[in-house]
C-alpha cells in the first residue's frame, strides 16, 4: 500500500522558515515527478512546487525565491524549504506523487494520483 505522509507543519512568525518533509512508502518514486500543494481556509487548493524525477524544480510565482522544493531518492523523501514565510502562506500543505515514470511536469492536481493527509502550516503576523 503506497502511504505519503508529511511532516514538519506548525506555528512560525512572519519572516520564520518551516521545513517540511514528505515520506514514501510502499513504492520507490525516484523516477516519478513530486510535488507540493497547499489549500487556505475557503480557498481552492494551489500549486506550490514540484521536483521532477530528473530533479528540475518549479514554483507558482507567489513562491519563487523563498521555497525551495528538493528530493533524496534513497529515502524517498520530498522536502520543501519555506524562508521568509508570509501570513498568506498559511494553510494545509499536501505532498502528491505521479504514477507515471518520466513524466513531464505538471501544475494540476489531476496529474498527481497519490496524497498525503496534509501538515497545517499556520504564519502569524
Known amino acids: 500500500q503506497v502511504q505519503l505522509v508529511e511532516s514538519g507543519g506548525g506555528l512560525v512568525q512572519a519572516g520564520g522558515s518551516l521545513r517540511l518533509a514528505c515520506a514514501a512508502s510502499?513504492?520507490?518514486?525516484?523516477?516519478?515527478?513530486m510535488g507540493w500543494f497547499r489549500q487556505a481556509p475557503e480557498k481552492e487548493r494551489e500549486f506550490v512546487a514540484v521536483?521532477?524525477?530528473?530533479?528540475?524544480?518549479f514554483y507558482a510565482d507567489s513562491v519563487k525565491g523563498r521555497f525551495t522544493i528538493s528530493r533524496d531518492n534513497a529515502e524517498n523523501t520530498v522536502y520543501l524549504q519555506m524562508n521568509s514565510l508570509k501570513a498568506e502562506d498559511t494553510g494545509v500543505y499536501s505532498c502528491?506523487?505521479?504514477?507515471?515514470?518520466?513524466?513531464?511536469?505538471?501544475?494540476?492536481?489531476?496529474?498527481?494520483?497519490?496524497w498525503g493527509q496534509g501538515t497545517q502550516v499556520t504564519v502569524s503576523s
Open positions: 510502499g513504492r520507490s518514486f525516484s523516477r516519478n515527478n
Open positions: 521536483i521532477k524525477w530528473s530533479g528540475s524544480t
Open positions: 502528491a506523487a505521479s504514477s507515471q515514470s518520466f513524466g513531464g511536469v505538471s501544475y494540476y492536481e489531476t496529474f498527481y494520483d497519490y
